[in-house]
């Protein structure tokens, strides 16, 4: 399993209008392409002290060929459609790629 993690900023006012363009139309889009080897995302908020909101989504892929399928050949570039754009301050212009040693299943207690 690939794990991939891209991060964005915005500001404390523009951070409802992020979450809903994520939840409501960029994920669902991905969703609805039905990519053979993606798993769905996990779309992380958390506050900053510097005034800022930061964004984390995590997805999860088979391999990195599928993470291909999904972007195209050059892999680590970010996924960010413009209605996103507009309401970030600033963001991480390449994911990170991450293979997956142990799972939640792996680490729970018995």
């Known amino acids: 399993m690939i ?3 891209w991060r964005g ?5 523009n951070a409802d209008a992020y979450e809903s363009v ?3 139309q960029v994920l669902p889009a ?4 039905k ?3 993606y798993h769905g995302a996990y779309l992380l908020r958390r506050p900053l002290a ?3 909101v930061e964004f984390s989504t995590v997805m999860f892929f088979d391999s990195l060929d ?3 399928q999904f972007v195209g050949e050059d892999y680590e570039v970010a996924h960010v459609p413009a209605e996103a754009q507009a309401v970030l301050a600033r963001f991480d212009a390449r994911s990170a790629h991450y293979e997956t040693l142990l799972t939640p299943e792996d680490t729970r207690p018995e």
Do not use: N
């Open 30 to 33: 991905i969703a609805a392409r």
């Open 50 to 52: 510097e005034g800022e």
């Open 22 to 24: 994520v939840s409501t």
């Open 9 to 13: 900023w915005t500001t404390p006012e």
């Open 66 to 68: 599928a993470v291909r």
């Open 35 to 37: 990519l053979s080897g």
């Open 3 to 5: 794990v991939r993690i």
